[in-house]
């Protein structure tokens, strides 16, 4: 095991997220963006050999994962940066208005200079250190050229962004990303075999500075001259369009050519509370715009399928995903839930839409399911997350972006759905799959409701109270819910809000019900 | 404990990454006072949250000088201990000195917003050369990180504080060299305040003492006679106010930010329908603060990237490199400790150091850091030492360099002087 330590000495990292827009900072930083600073530093003091080796040797290794605390960000502002091309014209027309003064020519005064908006985003970690760590690598015999290498790396992202980078072996680092092949809440740029090379090639420094210079000698002799001066010219320009063709060679700027995801450490399995057919780590998006009452769940959740199928990247989409086999017939097993995270279970509580959840089956190949959801969740140019509209024309326009935020609010919180408890109430109503007649018939509905907990996996409750009104604030009336509407004759289905009462606590998301993969039947973990 | 020579030649030739001074500061007018930072487009101030490592609670704060305009006031600070005087460094000059014009200004090569580099330098000329082809001025065709004697000779602030001549024949892969000196301030617990703006007329002139016109020469007059017609209709000057040509009462109010139509410009939000919702009007009213933070950093391992070849040789010798980077490291500690010594930022934000400053030397991380004192008499004379010990191994280091501007320019800059004295009360 070793790691790449990085101080940033100002206390905050300048480095821009969104590549030329600069309205966004970048943090943790980047592990492409490391190695160019390495490589910024190999190149600017000499190439030596052992440090050269010892970067080629680094591109072979695995991305690493990262220790990085949280970070705030300053507001972005616009700053106004003179520039540099103002020149003074050699013929000066007659005129005496100064705007037209300043394009002739007194623009390149200093007062008069004019202006360009930059844009510099800051990012404030709450800890100034942050390390690359490769837990499998043994640096061995590049330790020393690496540890050089680090130790003049100067900054990381803007050239304001000081930083002092050192190599550490000690063993206890705990990182707080690391790469994953699941889906991924964080996609960064890294580095692989053949990056320097890369690099290198693409800069193409000497073929640019030789062309230019000996363009420059060439043009410096431009003009009436002597004989001689004349045949230089002739010798100079002949011997670029042989090295160089008829164009200049070009300089281009380093593109990212590696994502990799990266998610939380995976907290270890506890033998804990059982929980049901669904993954407790919900993929949640956050809803923008207008508000969406709970009550048009069915409509939202139809229209982020819609969204869904559109983006997958396997057509057909496969079974998981669109919960039809490929005859399109209904699948028997377990398939992706659509769930809406409403504002509820607070005095001031209107049961308004925040966010939607895709609760994924436990039993689902990770590498699968960020196959087929990365390009929804996650823009394939800058990793960040990708803004989809939802809309029904009629019912409700809105944004939806992946749920990335630090501290996100508690009813987008994925520990609020999932943690363990021994009640569970209903803030959708639970729709019942048959109609029950004679005097016990909510008895009956009651034992139905309990057999479905056992068709989502999780124990057979001890009670369950059905009740038109719910026990979460905020939930409107069962009544205020549009009924679902069976597929096979169109009847429509009753429901109803329920209490779920386990003899031990079970962890979430729990989800019954016949609506349960369209948002019905959501339930939330009561304080017992 | 002091930093000598000695000491600054050991930290250039050793493993530390930079020296680092926190100073904390005060407004002038006493704790409590309300300060003003930069006000940014759309009236905006860059705001920041910060985590306090001791406590984990969030601060707000807010940038009182950013990183641009510090390297700004360091560079003035140098030119002002410059002409007293107490520094000698190598200057390029532009001097407008010329016998028609009404003012005579100087742009030197601490001004320039580029350096060295400057379009104002390119449009000049040295000894009736045109500057770029000049032997001074061609010194920046061929200047880069394993040669940069040239520069050290005519403008050892650009190693310091950046330089990229990207109008050069090499174009954007020109002469560049990052900066070695990052500085800030930010004021912590900000609270931000209310201003207001008001105006009492001395000569009592009322909104109807107009309408005002506009006369044919741009002038302005009470006499519709006079006035420019068009249509046969006397044209207002403006909107015909007496405040169009700055009489009259202002109503006294908060100071509103106001767009380019006069609006108020209000901090918006979206609310739980989506619609954007006015939160409050922004008001230019400053902030209150706990104190203020300057953090200046030089960088170490930004100068020992530099080599400095002497006389056309291909490679440079160790102890010509470090006397070197000593002598810019003790530029860079005199431009951080000249900028401690004045705290008026701008207009009601004058801060005043409440600490002598400390300087840090950041060596090996995890260990506590070496402690300097130096204020800007140390600075100086530290610096003026570096230089005779860099001069004695022979690196260059030029005087004053005068440059003259191009005809061309010094007749833009006389009309517009002009102009300048020609217009009376033009502006709104």
């Not at chain 1, 320009?237 to 994502?259: N, Y």
Request: aromatic letters at 6%.
């Amino acid at each position: 095991m070793f790691a790449l330590g990085i101080r940033y000495l100002n206390g905050w990292a300048m480095a821009a997220a969104d590549g030329a827009r600069k309205e966004r900072a970048e943090w943790p930083p980047h592990p492409d963006r490391v190695f160019m600073a390495l490589a910024a530093a190999w190149f600017e003091t000499g190439e030596d050999t052992d440090e050269g080796e010892a970067l080629r040797w680094l591109e072979t290794l695995p991305p690493p994962a990262i220790a990085a605390s949280g970070f705030t960000t300053r507001t972005s502002v616009t700053s106004y940066v003179p520039v540099n091309d103002s020149s003074v014209k050699r013929k000066i027309p007659q005129s005496s208005d100064l705007p037209k003064l300043k394009d002739d020519g007194l623009g390149v005064l200093p007062e008069h200079r004019s202006r360009q908006a930059r844009g510099f985003p800051v990012a404030i970690p709450h800890d100034p250190n942050v390390y690359l760590v490769w837990k499998e690598g043994e640096v061995g015999r590049h330790r020393a050229g690496l540890e050089r290498l680090a130790a003049k790396m100067t900054h990381v992202g803007h050239s304001a962004s000081f930083v002092q980078a050192w190599v550490t072996e000690d063993g206890d680092i705990d990182h707080t990303w690391e790469p994953t092949e699941g889906v991924a809440a964080h996609r960064m740029r890294v580095f692989s075999s053949g990056r320097l090379a890369n690099l290198t090639q693409a800069y193409n420094r000497a073929e640019v500075v030789e062309h230019a210079d000996l363009k420059a000698r060439s043009d410096a002799l431009k003009g009436p001259k002597t004989k001689r001066m004349r045949e230089e010219k002739k010798r100079l320009d002949s011997v670029i369009v042989e090295r160089f063709g008829t164009h200049a060679p070009v300089s281009l700027r380093p593109v990212p050519t590696r994502w990799q995801g990266y998610g939380r450490p995976a907290e270890p399995e506890s033998p804990g509370p059982s929980g049901s057919v669904f993954d407790p780590n919900l993929i949640v998006l956050a809803l923008g715009g207008r508000r969406v009452p709970l009550p048009s769940t069915l409509k939202l959740t139809q229209a982020l399928r819609g969204v869904l199928m559109d983006c997958c990247p396997e057509q057909p989409p496969p079974e998981w995903f669109s919960g039809h086999k490929a005859s399109g017939s209904p699948t028997t097993r377990p398939h992706m839930a659509l769930l809406p995270l409403p504002f509820v279970g607070d005095r001031y509580a209107d049961g308004r839409v925040m966010g939607l959840a895709l609760a994924l089956p436990r039993t689902l190949n990770p590498e699968e399911a960020r196959r087929c959801l990365q390009t929804f969740l996650l823009s394939a140019d800058t990793g960040l997350p990708r803004e989809h509209r939802l809309f029904d024309g009629q019912w409700f326009e809105c944004q939806l972006e992946l749920e990335s935020r630090e501290r996100p609010p508690k009813n987008l919180d994925v520990a609020t759905w999932t943690r363990a408890a021994r009640v569970w109430a209903s803030v959708t109503p639970v729709v019942l799959n048959r109609h029950f007649k004679g005097k016990d018939r909510w008895q009956q509905a009651a034992e139905s409701v309990k057999d479905a907990c056992g068709h989502i996996g999780l124990p057979r409750p001890r009670e369950v109270l059905l009740h038109p009104v719910s026990m979460v604030e905020g939930v409107p009336h069962a009544r205020d819910f549009p009924q679902m509407t069976r597929k096979s004759d169109g009847g429509r289905q009753s429901h109803s809000h329920a209490v779920l009462v386990f003899e031990e606590p079970v962890r979430g998301p729990v989800t019954v019900g016949a609506g349960r993969f369209r948002g019905f039947g959501l339930c939330r973990p009561m304080e017992s | 404990m002091r930093i000598d020579l000695q000491a600054l030649q050991d930290a250039v030739g050793g493993t530390a990454a930079a020296f680092r001074s926190v100073t904390d500061y005060q407004p002038a007018g006493g704790p409590g006072d309300k300060v003003f930072p930069p006000t940014y487009e759309g009236g905006k101030y860059a705001t920041e949250e910060r985590i306090d490592p001791d406590t984990g609670k969030t601060r707000q704060c807010v940038l009182l000088d950013s990183v641009q305009s510090q390297a700004n006031r360091m560079e003035l600070a140098l030119l002002e201990a410059q002409r007293a005087g107490k520094v000698s460094l190598p200057l390029l000059i532009a001097r407008f000195d010329q016998e028609d014009l009404l003012k005579k200004p100087t742009v030197t090569s601490l001004e320039a917003p580029h350096r060295i580099a400057d379009a104002i330098f390119r449009d000049s000329l040295l000894d009736g050369v045109k500057f770029p082809e000049s032997e001074i001025g061609s010194l920046l065709h061929v200047a880069d990180i394993r040669n940069a004697t040239g520069l050290f000779g005519t403008c050892p602030t650009a190693l310091v504080f950046g330089l990229w001549d990207s109008t050069g024949p090499r174009g954007g892969l020109g002469a560049k060299f990052q900066r070695a000196i990052v500085s800030e301030i930010v004021g912590y617990d900000a609270v931000s305040g209310i201003d207001t703006s008001s105006r009492i007329e001395p000569l009592g002139i009322e909104l109807r003492a107009g309408p005002v016109y506009r006369t044919e020469s741009g002038d302005w007059t009470l006499d519709p006679d006079k006035a420019e017609k068009v249509k046969d209709k006397p044209v207002l000057y403006r909107q015909g106010r007496p405040s169009e040509i700055n009489h009259g009462n202002v109503t006294p109010d908060y100071a509103y930010v106001k767009g380019n139509n006069r609006q108020i410009e209000y901090e918006r939000r979206i609310d739980e329908r989506g619609n954007e919702v006015r939160v409050r009007p922004r008001i230019q009213g400053g902030f209150t603060i706990s104190k203020a933070t300057q953090t200046t950093v030089v960088s170490l391992s930004a100068l020992r990237r530099l080599r400095f070849p002497l006389k056309g040789a291909a490679d440079s010798k160790p102890d010509v490199d470090v006397a070197a980077r000593t002598t810019l490291a003790a530029l860079g500690l005199a431009a951080g400790a000249l900028a401690r010594n004045d705290g008026d930022l701008r207009s009601r934000c004058q801060l005043f150091a409440t600490q002598a400053p400390v300087w840090e030397l950041l060596d090996r991380p995890g260990e506590t850091p070496k402690q300097f004192e130096c204020d800007s008499e140390t600075s100086l004379a530290l610096l003026g030492e570096a230089i005779a010990e860099a001069r004695a191994m022979g690196l260059p280091w030029e005087g004053e360099i005068a440059l003259t501007p191009s005809p061309e320019l010094v007749e833009l800059v006389r009309r517009s002087q002009e102009l300048a004295s020609a217009s009376t009360g033009e502006e709104a």
